[in-house]
Structure formats: C-alpha cells, structure tokens
C-alpha cells in the first residue's frame, strides 16, 4: 500500500511538472513569434531601427527570453528573467494599446478623459481599413500646365507659373518639446508650420519658387485631418500647375525612452528627416523614385540627414495621389527642438535646389 501510495504520488507529481513545464515552453515560443514578426514587419517597414532603439534603450535582454528555462540556467539569473517579462510585457502595452506605463497620463486616455482628437492608435485599432480616415478618392486628379494654345482660361495667382513646391501641414498642431513646450497647440498652427515657413523661404533664396499654406485641418478632429488637408493639396495642385513637388510636413512622434535623431551639419545640431511614402494611390512608385533621388542628393550634401530607409504605409494614401512629385517628409520628433528642425529645413531646401538645378 506504502508502495502504491509512492508511485501515485510520484506520477501526478511528474504530470504536474510536465503540464507546467509545457505551458512555460508554449508561452516561451508565442513571445519569440511574436518578436520575431514584429522584427520581420519593422524590417519590411523601414522602422526596424526605430523598433530597436527603443528596445535596447530599455536595455531589454533578448537572450534571456532564449535563456529561459534552458538546462543550468542559475537561480541568480531569476531576476534577470523577471525583468525581462516586465520589460516584454511593457512594450506589449504600449505596442497593442498605447499605454505607456511610464507615463502614467497614458492610463486615462482612453477611460477618464480622452482628447477630443481621441487616441492616434485607436484609428489603427477601429478602422484598419482606413486608418487615416481619408475616404475613398472620389475623382482623378491630373494636373496639367495649360499651353499657349490651351483654352483654358490664364492662372490668376501672381507668380503661379514660377511656383516649383507647394508645402502644408495635414496636423498643424504638431510641435516640439525639446525646448519645453508642448507636444501640440490643438487648433492652433504648431511649430511644424513654422519650419513650413522656414522651408519655403531658405527655397526662394536658393532661387527655387515655393509657397506654403497655413490652413489648419486638425482643429476639430485630430484624426480625420487627412479628409480635410485632401481639400487643401487639391487646390495648390490647382492653383500652382508648374507645381513639381507637393510636400506634406509632419514632425515625428515617438515613445518614451527612445532619443532624439539629430547630426550635425555645419557645426550645428539638426533634427533627421523621414520620408513617408503611402502605397494606397497610383503614384507611390514614382514619389518614391523622387524620395530615392532626394535622398541620394542628401547623402552626398549632408550624410545622415535623411533616415536610411523610407517608412511605407501600405494601408494609407496621404494624398500622395494627387501628384507625381507628393512627399510626407517628418522633421525629427517631438523631442528635438523648433531650431533643429528649422536648420533641417534649410539643409533640405540646398538639396531641392541641387535637384532642380541639376
């Protein structure tokens, strides 16, 4: 009987040991998958090295999660693998809800008190068909320089046949905090409109024509910007028809702990800049080959001053449709500073000249 009582108690004793062993196992390799694809899409994407930063900037230990639960593997090392769940599961929140545990104001934006513009993520979450919320393209939009012989009645704007850029801002709001100010001044024009400015004026004194609208179209809904900047771009293409480069300026934004981008160009810190290409419209192939040519110009000028790879949105459009020449250029993030950012938009104004002149 003592025997029997032995082996039974051994044997649900191994089945337990075996089930949570399994468990472990299971959970081990969801988490690698999951790693893994995220890697395998920010590689495709062009943000693997934004998604890396902010990794190794947490000081997140891959090898632990490999590490785990794998034949002498000490107890002291125990911690090292607590922390990198609390680490993992971190990133997970902030990656699948936008909390950032962190920054405890993340906790109550989507319960308490969200913004009016509401959480930038929960359009991804809601409408991933759409994730801009820019509706369908009602109509083509073909922009033709009228001949001498044309019918078509003279363009009234003063100096449209000399215009070669056109600027706006889809989120007029963004700003920048490195200096200490806010992230967004919601219904106002924020800074990423001044260096809008500052870009089309370092444009006119390298001799290229440029104008920059300073209509605002995310006062009353952050995340429907897009269906009102579309309206916008439209007429410039409209109104400028030598137009050749239609420039959509953003800063970017990014999650705590990640640093600023920044290089120095003639002795000065200056903010890098993101091209950002929508694949949903007919043209993305040849704004891409622009953005390609641009920033093999800036390579040559001003190495570093473009991120390496362009970031491709295969779900989005940014009106990117209604020109050969329409770019989404980001100009650093929220953490550099105005002056960094106007200093990139004069770098990048020498290379649009460069690209025109040549």
Do not use: C
């Amino acid at each position: 009987m003592l025997r029997e009582d032995f082996y039974h108690r051994q044997k649900k004793h191994f089945r337990i040991w075996r089930f949570r062993e399994w468990a472990r196992g299971f959970l081990l390799g969801l988490v690698s998958i999951l790693i893994i694809l995220g890697l395998a899409y920010a590689l495709k994407s062009g943000s693997s090295r934004e998604l890396i930063g902010f990794l190794a900037q947490q000081s997140f230990p891959f090898e632990a999660i490999l590490l785990e639960g794998a034949p002498g593997y000490s107890q002291p090392e125990r911690a090292r693998v607590e922390l990198t769940r609390n680490q993992g599961a971190a990133v997970s929140m902030f990656l699948l809800t936008g909390v950032n545990i962190a920054d405890p104001r993340t906790f109550f934006l989507g319960y308490f008190s969200p913004p009016p513009q509401g959480p930038v993520w929960l359009g991804w979450a809601y409408n991933p068909d759409d994730p801009e919320f820019e509706g369908p393209i009602l109509e083509p939009i073909e922009p033709q320089i009228p001949s001498e012989n044309s019918d078509q009645p003279p363009v009234l704007i003063p100096g449209a046949k000399e215009i070669l850029v056109g600027i706006y801002n889809t989120h007029n709001s963004e700003s920048y905090s490195g200096d200490g100010g806010a992230e967004h001044e919601f219904g106002e024009n924020g800074d990423v409109v001044s260096v809008g400015e500052t870009l089309k004026k370092a444009l006119v004194r390298n001799g290229i024509g440029a104008v920059n609208s300073l209509q605002i179209h995310d006062a009353v809904e952050f995340m429907k910007a897009y269906s009102k900047s579309v309206t916008t771009a439209t007429q410039m293409t409209k109104d400028y028809p030598s137009m050749k480069v239609l420039i959509d300026l953003h800063r970017d934004g990014l999650p705590a702990g990640v640093p600023k981008r920044t290089i120095m160009v003639k002795g000065q810190l200056v903010s890098r800049v993101l091209v950002v290409i929508g694949k949903m419209n007919p043209n993305w192939q040849k704004n891409e080959a622009l953005a390609k040519e641009l920033m093999a110009l800036g390579e040559k000028k001003y190495p570093g001053l473009f991120m390496p790879n362009i970031s491709y949105a295969a779900d989005a459009r940014y009106n990117q449709h209604l020109s050969n020449g329409a770019l989404l250029l980001e100009f650093g993030t929220q953490l550099n500073t105005l002056g960094e950012s106007n200093r990139a938009a004069e770098a990048v104004a020498e290379i649009l000249a460069d690209y025109f002149k040549k």
